[in-house]
């Protein structure tokens, strides 16, 4: 009996279907428009877990960098709307002098007019230390941490230090992987016999550098930022590469095409969580990427200490250490100070 009441039920749809065509197509439509508005919101709806889920991740690896992952505070800034960051750069553990911040790099970000200054401190710069007397810059980070090489340096510059960024060479060298590499124009052939091994440091492997464009991954970026012996330029042409590299890698790093990139991003902020360590919140780390960013449009602002002719050291007679030309730091103090008033000079990057 059900399968006869089946059997007339669908010979009754075939007949109004052939009496009825344009009836019954009208009615196919409209199941199927009500029908669509279900898939769409289910794809969306999937689209916005994964996406929910996806930036959890994210949040959660540039969370492990940071010592105040929780402050959900903004960048603060000065009176004038300026953050300065202090980049401290370490050996990898095991490295000879591995607390000495051989790389002090203050990057100062003007949050309204969207311009960033880098400005390099030697090494070897002699500066009062608090508690400790007069030392070389880069035995702050050895003598009492990040916190105290901020003091130290924010006390010679005259300056707020906002927070601090700590990487290492591996740091480096993952970062410059983790967007693809970089692009970087070689003025000049840089040549040093007694550049170290990469997988040894107490062996000499020497270095050779060819000028013209090259595309570098991490290790070729790394000795390219690393070298200072031969044609390297000493410390300060070093510092001018460390400021290069910086500048390209994070052009990569906020650039559309790694943040609309899911790998490419998810390897950035895994190789932020393994070598680098901050004071920033996460919510500040966002928003200086974003700011820094924006600030793609105009060059970065360079600024390293040197001997050279025009800028503002000199050497100390029988040691390495390097001291202000006039005895004290006013001139450095009023150059950094205004870095983004006055227009730069030929001798604020060394060649």
């Known amino acids: 009996m059900r399968y006869t009441e089946t059997m007339e039920s669908t010979e009754s749809d075939d007949k109004i279907a052939q009496q009825r065509p344009e009836q019954y197509s009208d009615a196919a439509q409209e199941r199927s428009k009500r029908r669509w508005p279900k898939v769409v919101g289910l794809i969306v709806l999937l689209l916005v877990v994964a996406t929910g889920v996806y930036a959890g991740l994210l949040v959660s690896n540039v969370a492990k960098i940071s010592t105040n992952p929780l402050d959900l505070s ?4 000065d009176v004038t709307g300026r953050t300065n960051i202090l980049i401290l750069g370490i050996g990898d553990p095991g490295h000879a002098g591995q607390q000495l911040s051989d790389t002090m790099m203050v990057v100062s970000l003007d949050t309204k007019t969207k311009r960033v200054a880098q400005i390099s401190i030697p090494r070897d710069l002699r500066v009062a230390i608090p508690d400790h007397g007069t030392a070389k810059v880069n ?6 941490g990040a916190k105290l090489a901020e003091q130290t340096v924010s006390n010679t ?11 290492n060479f591996t740091g480096l060298r993952s970062l410059v992987d983790a967007v693809g590499g970089i692009d970087v124009t ?7 016999t007694e550049y170290p091994c990469d997988d040894d440091q107490y062996k000499v492997c020497g270095l050779d550098i060819e000028p013209g464009l090259q595309h570098m991954d991490g290790v070729r970026a790394l000795q390219y930022a690393r070298c200072r012996k031969g044609t390297c330029g000493n410390d300060f042409g070093r510092a001018s590469r460390q400021q290069e590299v910086i500048n390209l890698v994070r052009q990569k790093a906020t650039s559309w095409q790694t943040l609309l990139n899911p790998g490419k991003l998810a390897a950035l902020t895994g190789a932020l969580r393994q070598s680098l360590t901050t004071d920033m919140g996460t ?3 966002l928003q200086l990427a974003y700011d820094w960013q924006q600030a793609q449009a105009n060059s970065p602002i360079q600024l390293v200490l040197s001997t050279q002719s025009g800028n503002y050291l000199k050497g100390a007679l029988g040691s390495s250490d390097l001291l202000p030309i006039d005895g ?9 100070h205004n ?12 060649e």
Not at 74 to 77: A, D, R, W, Y
Not at 139 to 144: C, M, V
Not at 157 to 167: D, G, R
Not at 186 to 192: A, C, I, S, Y
């Open 74 to 77: 903004g960048l603060t800034t």
């Open 328 to 336: 004290t730091f006013d001139a450095i103090q009023n150059r950094v």
């Open 157 to 167: 510059l005259n300056i707020p230090i906002n927070y601090y960024v700590e990487t």
């Open 283 to 285: 919510v500040q780390m």
């Open 186 to 192: 070689v003025k000049q052939r840089l040549v040093d």
């Open 339 to 350: 870095i983004f008033s006055v227009a730069p000079q030929s001798s604020d990057v060394p």
């Open 139 to 144: 035995a702050a980070n050895a003598l009492g």
